[in-house]
C-alpha cells in the first residue's frame, strides 16, 4: 500500500467485461484462428479469468485452426500513474474477406501484441489491431504476411437465424488446447445489455454451451454461414447453458462502418429516456388519440443533437416512418416486435432520421442528425491511460466503470458509494468534456494530518468555482495564488490547505512514493 496507510475499501479486484462473459467458436470444416500468449499488465486473479478465442471462417478442403495471443498492459485506476504486471491471454477468432480477422472487443482492449496462429500449425504471426468496437464488443485485425493467408478462405455471414434455428458454435474454451464444438438452438432473440459496454443492441441467445475460451469464436448454421459471434454468457445459479451471440445485423454494421469511414465509428443513439404509455388515463391526459401510439420522452441528454428539437413529455409517434407502440416496441419480423432501439442502432453515426411527436395534441416531424452516447461516467477509457492530478498528497481522478470495477471489484455495482452509483446509472453530462473528479485517496505526510481518510469523494468546487473537469481543476490549483487552496467535497466536507506549503510539500511526496510526475500526460498540454 502507498505510504504504508491502510485505506478502508475492498480488496482490489481486476475486472474485465469478460470476467461475466463466455466466448465460443467455429465447426469442424471451418478455419479457426486463436490469439494465444498476450501479455498483458493486470493482476493476478484476472490472469486466470483470461480466455482463449479462435478465429473461424468457411473454407473449401482440410479446415484450419488458428489461435490468437495476446501480450497485454492494463491501466491501474486506483494508481493510474502505474500499469497493471503483464499477462498473457488467448482468445478465437474467424477470417473474413479482404485479409480480416474478428475477434471480441474485450480480447484485445489492452493489447500491446497480438499473435495469431492457425490451427495445425506451430507458427504465430504477429497481427494488427485496425478497429475496436467497444459498444458491439467486436475487434478487427489483419496479418500482414502473405503466408499466414495461404489456405484460408474467408467466413461468409448468413441470415439472422429464426427461433429454434440449430446453431453450431466453435472455439477454444478452458478444459483443453483443441478446438471444441457444441451445438444448440436459437432460443431468444431480443435488444440485450452488451456486458463490455454496457450498451443495448441486438442478441441471439442460444442453449449451446458457451464457456471461458470461446470468445470470438463464430456461430454456424446448418448452411455452415456465420450468424453470430459467441461473447458472453449468463452466469446465474438458476440458468444453465445460456450463451449469447452477436448476430450477423451488428457485425455487418461494424464492418460497414470501418469501411465507409475508414474507422470505427459506434452505434449512435436517441439521446432520451421514455416512459410507456399503455395506461389509458395518461394517454387521455397527454392528448393522445384513439388511433395513436407512442412513448412519452422523460428526459432528454443535453450533449445529444436531439436536446436542440425535442423537449420533456413529447410522445415519440415514429421514427423513419415506423410506428412506435405504447410499449416502446416496432415491428421485427412475423409475428414478432422488438424495442424501438433496434431501428436506431440499424443507422450509423451522422446520419439523419425522421421522428414524428405529439406536443400539445399537435404532430410535428423532425429531421435529426444522430449521434454517439457521451456518459458522464465513461465506460471505456478507450486509447489512453487514466487522469489523474496530485497536490499534497491528494490523489485527484475521474470517476469512470473501469475505475469502480478497480476499486470495488466487479460487484462494484453493490459496493460502491451510493451517491457514485446514482451518478452512473441516472446522471447526465451536461457538456461533452464533463467528467465526476474525486479525491481518490491521500497519500500520507505531515501536510495533509486530518484528511487521511477521505476516499474517493466528489470534488464539487475550488476555491469557489466548480469543478467541470479534472484538466480545470489541474490548471486553477498550478495557477493559484491565493494564500489558501480550499476544496469543496460532497458530503459538505472542505479541504483547506495552504497554497505555498502544498505546493512545496507535493514533490517530496512524489519521491517518497516513487511517482513519476504530479499529474498525467494529458493534463499538461
Known sequence: MVGGKKRGRKPKTPITEANTSTYSHLSDDD??????????????????????????????????????????????FSLP???????????????????????????????????????????????????????????????????????????????????????????????GDTISVTSGVVSRMEILSYVHESTELLGLQIDAAINSGNSGGPAFNNKGNCVGIAFQSLKHEDAENIGYVIPTPVILHFIQDYE?????????????????????????????????????????QPTAPEF?????????????????ANDGTVPFRHGERIGFSYLVSQ???????????????????????LATHKRLIQTHIKGSPPSYYIIAGLVFTTVSVPYLRSEYGKEYEFEAPVKLLV?????????EDEQLVVVSQVLVADINIGYEDIVNTQVIAFNGKSVKN????????????????????????????????????????????????????????
Not at 265 to 274: A, D, Y
Not at 423 to 431: D, F, N, R
Request: aromatic share 6%.
Open 423 to 431: 451518478k452512473h446509472l441516472h446522471e447526465m453530462a451536461q457538456s
Open 347 to 369: 443507422k450509423y453515426t451522422g446520419d439523419n432520421a425522421v421522428v414524428i411527436v405529439l406536443r400539445n395534441k399537435e404532430s410535428l416531424e423532425f429531421n435529426m442528425k
Open 470 to 525: 479534472l484538466k480545470e481543476l489541474a490548471k486553477m490549483v498550478e495557477s493559484c495564488n491565493d494564500e489558501f487552496l480550499k476544496f469543496d467535497l460532497e458530503y459538505q466536507q472542505i479541504v483547506v490547505l495552504q497554497t505555498k506549503n502544498a505546493k512545496a510539500a507535493t514533490l517530496d511526496i512524489l519521491t517518497t512514493h516513487c511517482i513519476p510526475s504530479a499529474m498525467s500526460d494529458d493534463l499538461k498540454q
Open 81 to 175: 500513474w502505474q500499469r497493471k504486471r503483464q499477462y498473457k491471454s488467448s482468445s478465437s477468432g474467424f477470417v473474413i474477406s479482404g485479409r480480416r480477422v474478428l475477434t471480441n472487443a474485450h480480447s484485445v482492449e489492452h493489447h500491446t501484441q497480438v499473435k495469431l496462429k492457425k490451427r495445425g500449425s506451430d507458427t504465430k504471426y504477429l497481427a494488427t489491431v485496425l478497429a475496436i468496437g467497444t459498444e458491439c464488443d467486436i475487434a478487427m485485425l489483419t496479418v500482414e504476411d502473405d503466408d499466414f493467408w495461404e489456405g484460408v478462405v474467408p467466413v461468409e455471414f448468413g441470415p439472422l437465424p429464426a427461433l429454434q434455428d440449430a446453431v453450431t458454435v466453435v472455439g477454444y474454451p478452458i478444459g
Open 31 to 76: 478455419i479457426v484462428f486463436s490469439v494465444k500468449d498476450v501479455e498483458i499488465i493486470e493482476e493476478e486473479d484476472d490472469q486466470q479469468q483470461k480466455r482463449e478465442q479462435p478465429i473461424t471462417r468457411r473454407g473449401r478442403g482440410r479446415p484450419k485452426k488458428i489461435k490468437h495471443q495476446h501480450d497485454d498492459v492494463e491501466p491501474n
Open 260 to 300: 465507409k469511414n475508414g474507422g470505427y465509428t459506434g452505434f449512435p443513439i436517441l439521446g432520451i429516456e421514455w416512459q410507456k404509455m399503455e395506461n389509458p388515463d395518461l394517454r387521455m391526459a397527454m392528448g393522445m388519440g384513439s388511433d395513436q401510439k407512442g412513448v412519452r420522452i422523460r428526459r432528454i
Open 308 to 324: 436542440h428539437v425535442l423537449k420533456p413529455s413529447d410522445i415519440l409517434l415514429s421514427f423513419d416512418g415506423i410506428d412506435i
